[in-house]
């Protein structure tokens, strides 16, 4: 007797299901103008030399060709693989044949989204995250804070590399904002005094770094990550010390490149 009841409540759920699913690309599907969408969206890429951008464009290829990535009701568009696998490269760009072997999926959100991974709601405020547990293995990202980053209002502020950096952090084992596959112990002791002279002024209001990046160990290198990437000169004038120690953790030097 409750057969017609139950008919049109399956009927919707799979409507449901087939509206939200996960759109995959497979690994292997990758724009056919890479170098087009970095030289157009990417002012790290235009920036690099004639030999670095071929090999940066080819290390995006090879992100992709060994990463999936899903919208979950987002489209996935070219512009939008080619921003996130510019955004795995560029933290590691001086390390190359880097493989970041605890990611297989990136997950793609249309905005911010809860603790509970739902992009509908009042409670949406996490713009990007790096899994744990059975999410291990996984990054999810809005999609809007993803070019945002990549725009020319984006700031000091790019949420996929921050999750890319905590990424990094996490091959040692431990996210504590001390990756061992990068800081040689030689300035390991330099890097935390910075870190925490500078957390003392960003908790007393004297410092224009994002705030959020007093909130631990893990989440300062994410956020000045961020800022060396973004906007280097302005942190080498602001913060030469903690630019010098990031030059050398990165083994980059952004800033010179702008000159």
Not at 7 to 17: Q, R, T
Not at 38 to 53: A, C, G, I
Not at 245 to 251: E, G, P
């Amino acid at each position: 007797m409750m057969l017609p009841f139950i008919i049109p409540i399956v009927i919707i759920a799979f409507l449901f299901w087939w509206f939200y699913r996960p759109k995959k690309q497979k690994p292997g599907f990758v724009p056919a103008d890479i170098t087009g969408l970095l030289e157009t969206n990417v002012r790290y890429y235009r920036q690099l030399s004639v030999e670095e951008k071929t090999r940066f464009a080819a290390e995006v290829r090879e992100f992709l060709d060994h990463t999936n990535i899903e919208g979950v009701g987002a489209e996935v568009e070219d512009v939008d693989k080619v921003l996130i696998a510019a955004s795995a490269v560029i933290p590691i760009f001086a390390f190359p044949g880097w493989k970041y072997r605890n990611l297989t999926n990136v997950i793609l959100y249309p905005d911010t989204f809860d603790e509970k991974y739902q992009f509908e709601g009042e409670r949406r405020n996490i713009m990007g995250m790096v899994g744990s547990g059975h999410l291990n293995g996984q990054m999810l990202l809005s999609k809007s804070a993803l070019r945002s980053g990549f725009s020319d209002h984006g700031g000091s502020s790019n949420t996929a590399i921050h999750e890319f950096v905590h990424l990094v952090d996490k091959t040692d084992g431990t996210v504590d904002g001390m990756p061992s596959s990068l800081i040689q112990h030689s300035y390991s002791l330099p890097w935390l005094k910075v870190m925490h002279e500078e957390i003392r002024r960003i908790e007393s209001g004297h410092s224009d770094i994002n705030p959020y990046a007093a909130m631990n160990e893990s989440e300062f290198l994410a956020v000045v990550s961020e800022y060396f990437f973004e906007k280097p000169d302005t942190m080498a004038q602001h913060h030469p010390e903690l630019y010098r120690l990031l030059s050398q953790i990165f083994r980059q030097d952004p800033a010179a490149r702008q000159g």
